[in-house]
């Protein structure tokens, strides 16, 4: 039976050896935060029932889209200097664009979210980047994102890690599938679960 790691890799067509742009710095524990909002609480929460514990747990991002993230000195940022401050400066943050229907989010305000992690961790540390989940039996899903918010972060995330000057990296889609779903949007327990192997896979 194949590991969850490999299925995973294979899902994004990553069959194979784990590109070293794609390893993980580090396997101390909590030395890797995050920035997102409640799809990416809901990453943690599944990461951290699967035992994960190189990645913080959850910390209160829900509600907290891009424009949340764009200001350093804001109070999403306050919160993730709080987790900071607890586990020590994170030499890896996966950056999870978050989006409401309206206003969307711009490419110009990622590059704004990935500079200001960088601003929060420490000087050297790996910037992971992806969208909100995707939906492959569902891909309407999300009506918080709207019908192409999912599709629309994903693309974004793309972007960026495709942009050597941003030096990030994207990592591949979440997905929840058919079932995992508790509102149309958020996973239920069976959906965290999942996303938190997803996570495992990537980060360990």
């Not at 890797?32 to 990461?47: K, L, P």
């Not at 990592?171 to 929840?176: H, Q, R, S, T, Y």
Request: contains cysteine; proline residues 6%; charged residues 15%.
């Amino acid at each position: 039976m194949p590991s969850v790691s490999a299925l995973f890799l294979l899902g994004l067509g990553l069959a194979g050896a784990v590109p070293s742009a794609m390893k993980r710095q580090t396997t101390g524990e909590y030395t890797m935060g995050f920035i997102g909002c409640s799809m990416s609480e809901n990453v943690a929460q599944g990461y951290v029932a699967n035992g994960g514990k190189h990645m913080w747990g959850p910390y209160g991002t829900g509600g907290l889209v891009v424009q949340s993230w764009t200001s350093t000195n804001s109070a999403s940022w306050a919160l993730f200097d709080k987790q900071a401050a607890k586990y020590g400066k994170p030499v890896e943050v996966w950056v999870q664009i978050c989006i409401f229907q309206n206003p969307g989010a711009t490419y110009d305000e990622v590059k704004q979210l990935i500079a200001n992690a960088r601003q929060h961790a420490t000087p050297e540390a790996k910037i992971w980047i992806t969208g909100q989940p995707i939906y492959p039996d569902n891909p309407s899903s999300c009506f918080l994102a709207g019908p192409q918010g999912p599709t629309l972060t994903t693309d974004l995330a793309k972007k960026a890690g495709a942009d050597a000057a941003l030096n990030v990296t994207y990592p591949g889609d979440f997905k929840l599938m058919k079932g995992e779903v508790q509102d149309g949007c958020h996973a239920n327990t069976a959906g965290q679960r999942s996303l938190g192997k997803q996570a495992l896979a990537i980060w360990g």
